[in-house]
């Protein structure tokens, strides 16, 4: 999988998709993929961050992060998105970046990316899908090749079975369900439909 790139885009508030990216980058980088993992721009004003430890702790945490740019997706062969759930769909900060591609995409720079996406929202049944699905459809406008992880592992079904992408349930503790080895896989898989792909 050497000279397959790979770009996370995410979001996170409070950690979790941080952390799925996280998970997303290691798997990809040791199976031999080149990874820029970026952040979305954030839109909330420094008194909102402030006033919340949780959020403050975690732009402390991805402070050496970069934020993401059109140049991340056109180099890119591959790009996993992890967006928090907002409300059963993605954050403003993900759809702002999203929502700023018009340039690329109408120079055609957005087509045949391999795509996948990741997700979590506090509840079981929050909107994690409703999220996902709201990221693929986009992904239909730019014409990608969407990559699911649907049931082809078995770390699919530990994390709570979301063949649509891995996603879980963000409690107060922290992540409910145990799905490193799921994101794992989805960021494998996608790196690796992607190298067969390019060649
Ligand atoms: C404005 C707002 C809307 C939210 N909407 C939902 C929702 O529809 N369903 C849900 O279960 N959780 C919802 N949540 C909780 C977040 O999805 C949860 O905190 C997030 O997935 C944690 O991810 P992070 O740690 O990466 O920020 C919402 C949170 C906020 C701030």
Redesign the pocket.
């Known amino acids: 999988m050497k000279n397959t790139k790979l770009t996370i885009v995410?979001?996170?508030?409070?950690?979790?998709?941080?952390?799925?990216a996280t998970w997303a980058k290691e798997a990809a980088e040791e199976a031999g993929a080149e990874v820029r993992m970026v952040k979305a721009q954030e839109l909330a004003d420094e008194e909102s961050v402030k006033a919340n430890p949780?959020?403050t702790a975690?732009k402390e945490r991805e402070k050496d992060i970069k934020v993401a740019s059109s140049d991340d997706l056109v180099w890119a062969d591959a790009i996993i998105f992890?967006s928090?759930?907002?409300?059963?769909?993605v954050?403003a900060q993900i759809k702002n970046f999203i929502d700023g591609q018009g340039g690329i995409w109408s120079q055609g720079e957005l087509v045949n990316k391999v795509v996948s996406a990741m997700?979590?929202?506090?509840?079981?049944?929050?909107?994690?899908e409703q999220t996902i699905q709201a990221i693929y459809t986009t992904m239909m406008h730019w014409g990608a090749i969407i990559v699911p992880p649907g049931y082809t592992d078995d770390s699919i079904y530990a994390a709570g079975g979301n063949p649509y992408g891995t996603s879980?349930?963000?409690g107060r503790d922290g992540m409910v369900e145990d799905v490193e080895a799921a994101v794992k896989h989805q960021a494998k898989r996608t790196v690796e439909i992607a190298s067969l792909i390019k060649a």
């Open positions: 995410y979001y996170s508030m409070t950690g979790t998709n941080f952390q799925l949780a959020w975690q992890s928090p759930t907002r409300f059963g769909n954050t997700s979590s929202a506090q509840n079981p049944h929050g909107g994690q879980v349930t963000a």
